[in-house]
């Protein structure tokens, strides 16, 4: 059978531009594709697609990471390469397989495309695809574009939530998968390592999860502080430079009034921090690690050893974007004070540089796209 391709009446007007990063670290705005002219006629569909128009899309740490470093372990930027997989926008056209979405809809986009043939996919954890295709993830293009073209079966319609919002579901996504898989629950004590996006969206969970007490650590006077307005509550607790591992686990089960953590989700991927989360944590307890850090680190095996310390770890997530957009939806989490920088996409690079300073005070840094 063969289909025809349904556009939009209200056609796109502007060219398709991308950010793009390269093995060099540049870092420049350029034509992207599909081409305006593709999208306008909608030929470059294939079954099950539709087109997007791209409103929101935020800068996540592996974003100014691809763009510094090139790399994220074995992830590696050997060419040409556009950015960007926090995104939300809205249909523009629709392939005619597709029946559950139509043009118009807004939509959030979860950034993955699955073999669904492989033991992950048939068991329901496809964020551990054998042949996933992640976007931003070299070498599959971004969804910094202004118009990008995806399965259908991966945009989730959003309602009247707004784009800002519609984007917030990705990180927090990350966020919703630790707090399932480590099993935060009720009048637990916990620790959140790092102050960061994920760091306070997991914290944001936590709170709405009834965790008692909870500390949160960065090495970032700044971000404490709003971590502090975002949940009043919170306990926190400033890492300091040239302090052990060992001593910095007591000050954080002081900051709690002398309650261990019974469960650790770690944010930042940073040794020192995974560390000290070993050190910090109850006989028994959980340190979840939710941060990337490099290949290899020392980890404190005796601690977790006589303590029978659990040591998990996660790999992005999977489905969870309805629950997260009941949660947002319902105002059960509220993530607009996490959007501390708003810029055009033409101005992408101002947005990148802002997000990659930390004496700037951003949080999260939303590229928007009208």
Same mark, same amino acid.
């Given at each position: ?53 791209? @409103? +929101?899309?935020?800068?996540? #740490?592996?974003? %100014?990471?691809?763009?510094? *470093? !090139?790399? =994220? $372990? ?106 399932? @898989? +480590?099993?935060?629950?009720? #009048?637990?004590? %916990?620790?959140?390592?790092? *102050? !960061?996006? =994920? $760091? ?106 006589? @303590? ?63």
């Amino acid at each position: 059978m063969s289909f025809t391709t349904t556009v939009t009446v209200n056609k796109p007007s502007k060219a398709n531009i991308g950010v793009f990063t390269n093995p060099d670290h540049d870092l420049w705005i350029a034509d992207a594709q599909p081409a305006l002219e593709t999208v306008e006629k909608g030929d470059s569909l294939k079954h099950g697609e539709v087109t997007i128009a791209i @409103r +929101s899309t935020g800068i996540c #740490g592996s974003d %100014v990471h691809f763009w510094h *470093a !090139g790399r =994220i $372990g074995p992830m590696i930027v050997k060419d040409t390469h556009i950015l960007g997989h926090e995104s939300a926008g809205d249909i523009i056209a629709v392939h005619p397989s597709v029946t559950h979405l139509k043009v118009g809809d807004r939509i959030a986009v979860e950034p993955n495309i699955i073999c669904n043939e492989c033991e992950p996919c048939l068991t329901g954890r496809y964020n551990g695809c054998e042949k996933v295709q992640f976007l931003s993830t070299p070498p599959v293009s971004g969804l910094l574009r202004r118009y990008v073209n995806h399965p259908a079966v991966w945009c989730h319609k959003i309602g009247d939530m707004s784009y800002e919002n519609g984007a917030m579901l990705e990180p927090l996504s990350v966020a919703l998968a630790a707090m399932q @898989r +480590s099993g935060v629950s009720l #009048g637990d004590p %916990v620790l959140v390592c790092g *102050a !960061g996006p =994920i $760091g306070l969206i997991t914290l944001l969970c936590c709170r709405a999860a009834g965790a008692e007490p909870i500390v949160i650590t960065d090495i970032d006077e700044g971000r404490l502080k709003f971590a502090k307005e975002l949940v009043p509550s919170v306990k926190i607790y400033k890492v300091q430079m040239g302090v052990s591992e060992e001593d910095a686990a007591k000050a954080i089960v002081k900051a709690a009034d002398g309650v261990e953590p019974t469960i650790a989700l770690e944010c930042t991927g940073v040794e020192s921090s995974v560390a000290a989360a070993v050190w910090a944590v109850k006989f028994g307890g959980k340190v979840f690690v939710i941060g990337v850090g490099k290949s290899e680190m020392k980890m404190p095996f005796m601690r977790l050893s006589v @303590r029978e310390i659990d040591l998990q770890f996660q790999y992005r997530y999977c489905n969870t974007w309805p629950r997260a957009i009941r949660l947002v939806q319902s105002g059960v989490l509220d993530l607009k004070k996490l959007v501390t920088h708003r810029f055009d996409l033409e101005e992408a690079v101002k947005a990148f540089n802002t997000a990659a300073d930390p004496k700037t005070g951003a949080i999260k840094v939303q590229i928007q796209s009208n």
